[in-house]
């Protein structure tokens, strides 16, 4: 009875999950695996249908639903890609609809014998983002001061040169702003700047000074057209303050009194000299930029 049951424990194959622990295992890779007695073959996962969310397209619509049925998925992941990729930074200081106030104080630049310094102010509505339009008017006033250098060439030469004081200009000005970008300084800190030129028409009142006869002679202010061209540079502190530096240029024909005393003193018409003198008012002008509204949104197309 003993030697027959250990005939049929020996004639009994080894299955695989009889297979003892640390044997290798035989594979035969000219037949394919069968599964062992009493196991179910695992089948392989279904491929996703077209159209369902189990591909990953499909995901697409869990993150923006609006864009399901505008977008065909399929035919934009065949589109080929571009293979140049260009990395824009945002505008630090964006101008685009909003005002600049801009407060500065003039220096004459070009006239020799008298100074015509005064403050100023400019206020400019952006079109865009680089087109402006706006206004500036400077005041004289009182400010007009003939120069030493006046003084002592008409005390040696005995001559008095003739000069003419300012009293107010204001100008309707377009202003283009062609360049902008930034630098670094003082150590790690950035600023950001940019370029703009200027110009528009307006108007300015003068009158001249009397030096040969100023016993007889007073004159008037009389507003006279002018044009204005310019240009500058603004460094910005933040997204709505910075700094100013402009060179300006108000041209316009001016009169001059007459370096020659008439028989007659008295007659006003013999005050002024014939003819207009081609006057260049070149001032630089040295202030700050406000900008408002102080912030804005930007808003990117999805």
Not at 134 to 156: C, E, H, I, K, M
Not at 224 to 241: A, D, E, M, Q
Request: net charge negative.
């Amino acid at each position: 009875m003993g030697l027959l049951v250990a005939a049929a424990l020996v004639a009994v194959p080894l299955t695989a999950s009889a297979q003892p622990k640390g044997q290798p295992k035989e594979i035969n890779l000219d037949e394919p695996e069968t599964p062992a007695e009493g196991t179910e073959p695992v089948e392989a996962p279904a491929a996703p249908t077209d159209g369902g969310e189990e591909t990953g397209l499909g995901d697409i619509c869990k993150i923006d639903p609006t864009a399901c049925p505008t977008i065909n998925l399929e035919k934009e992941a065949a589109k080929d890609l571009k293979n140049e990729t260009y990395a824009v930074q945002q505008i630090y200081a964006l101008r685009y609809h909003r005002f600049e106030v801009n407060p500065y104080f003039g220096l004459t630049m070009n006239d020799q014998f008298v100074g015509h310094n005064g403050p100023g102010l400019a206020v400019n509505w952006y079109l865009t983002n680089v087109l402006a339009i706006g206004v500036n008017g400077n005041w004289y006033g009182a400010l007009n001061t003939p120069s030493d250098f006046n003084f002592q060439t008409s005390r040696a030469a005995r001559i008095g040169e003739p000069i003419t004081e300012y009293q107010w200009n204001a100008n309707a000005n377009f202003t283009y702003v062609p360049a902008y970008g930034k630098f670094a300084g003082f150590s790690d800190f950035i600023f950001h700047y940019d370029f703009f030129v200027l110009g528009g028409v307006g108007a300015i009142s003068t009158r001249p000074m009397a030096v040969v006869d100023p016993d007889n002679r007073t004159f008037d202010w009389k507003p006279k057209l002018s044009f204005h061209v310019g240009g500058g540079l603004r460094i910005f502190f933040n997204r709505w303050f910075a700094a100013m530096f402009e060179v300006s240029d108000y041209i316009f024909f001016d009169e001059l009194e007459n370096p020659s005393v008439a028989a007659n003193p008295q007659d006003k018409s013999t005050w002024l000299a014939e003819g207009k003198s081609f006057t260049n008012n070149v001032q630089a002008q040295v202030g700050l930029s406000v900008f408002l509204p102080f912030s804005w949104e930007y808003r990117l197309p999805k």
